[in-house]
């Protein structure tokens, strides 16, 4: 069917399902993701049928992108790493231009994610240092692995020159470079198991390798928002032992502006139905309503998620206080 056909045949069903004034009135909720190939984009659906009202889940280039184009009220809920949100917060790092943003705020936090490094196996990469002289791809502008690749490197005191080609592949390409051997190694800050990563072992037999060192020790012992991080053993059904890495958390932001009455129904919906939704990704397995209100979280909740937590007796009142005072 031509695309206008579809198109006048989903409006057409719109109608006969629920009628013209409801299906104009209510405007779906965009959740913003990243590369359908990640995690987030798999968050982003499962939180939309979780909610079942108009939603859906739009990729985009990942956390950087969606936290600026949340300042510029672009976006009303988005998805992005706590280092990033952390970040954006504060106007620090990657946001000291953009200067600390006043209106950013938490409603929990998701899954870790580990900064994940795989390589092709005849590219002699064996550990972290052995990365300079290589091409490696940091990630798309806007991504959130590039924002911690960055990171990294200055922890390091590596500059781009000290690489063969660094290259800006979003997470959907870089697997295939990967396998036609146009990169060496590419990084990812994401939830596992994850299709990127899945694709590169499976097409090409590449490899997880751990990420550690004195580097990552003065990182996770410096910034609360790094922590240890593992990628569990043959996750991806390939003889692989578990990989140490450090990471950091996946979390959902939204505007100070965005409507209470939305983030309350999306934050009941998820709380809830809780199990469905841990279900949706393996990833979200463990997660407790406590650590997801707490951990990873720097802006301030947003006003119709706190209401839910209050209901719920989540919220130490006193804490909150000292909080705000
Ligand atoms: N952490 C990545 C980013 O912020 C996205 C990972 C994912 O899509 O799951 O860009």
Known sequence: MKSS??????????????????????????????????????????????????CRAQPTDGSSANLRA??????????????????ATLGTEGF???????????????????????????????????????????????????????RLMDARGWSRSDFRSIHNLPADQQALELCHGNIDAMVYTVGHPNASVAKAIRLCDAVLVDV????????????????????PADLYGVDQPAVHTFGVKGTLVASADTDPDVVYRLVAAVFEDFDRFKASHPAL?????????????????????????????????????????
């Open 5 to 54: 056909a579809r198109l006048l045949a989903a409006f057409l069903g719109s109608l006969l399902l629920s009628g013209p004034v409801a299906a104009q009135d209510q405007e779906p909720l965009v959740i913003a993701t990243a590369s359908p190939a990640g995690v987030y984009h798999v968050v982003g659906r499962a939180l939309c049928r979780t909610l079942e009202a108009p």
């Open 70 to 87: 949340l300042r510029r009220g672009e976006l009303k809920i988005a998805l992005a790493q706590s280092d990033l949100h952390l970040y």
């Open 96 to 150: 000291l231009k953009d200067g600390p943003d006043p209106k950013l705020r938490s409603v929990f936090s998701l899954h870790n994610e580990p900064f994940s490094l795989v390589v092709r196996r005849d590219s002699g990469i064996k550990s972290l240092d052995d990365l300079p002289g290589h091409s490696v791809n940091i990630g798309n502008p806007g991504s959130g692995q590039r924002g911690t690749m960055l």
């Open 212 to 231: 550690e060192g004195d580097t990552i020790d003065l990182l996770v012992d410096a910034y609360p928002y790094f922590t240890r991080a593992w990628i």
């Open 285 to 325: 397995g463990t997660l407790t309503p406590q650590e997801m209100i707490h951990d990873g979280l720097t802006a301030p909740l947003h006003e119709g998620a706190l209401r839910y937590y209050r209901e719920q007796g989540w919220i130490d009142e006193d804490e909150m206080a000292a909080a705000t005072d």
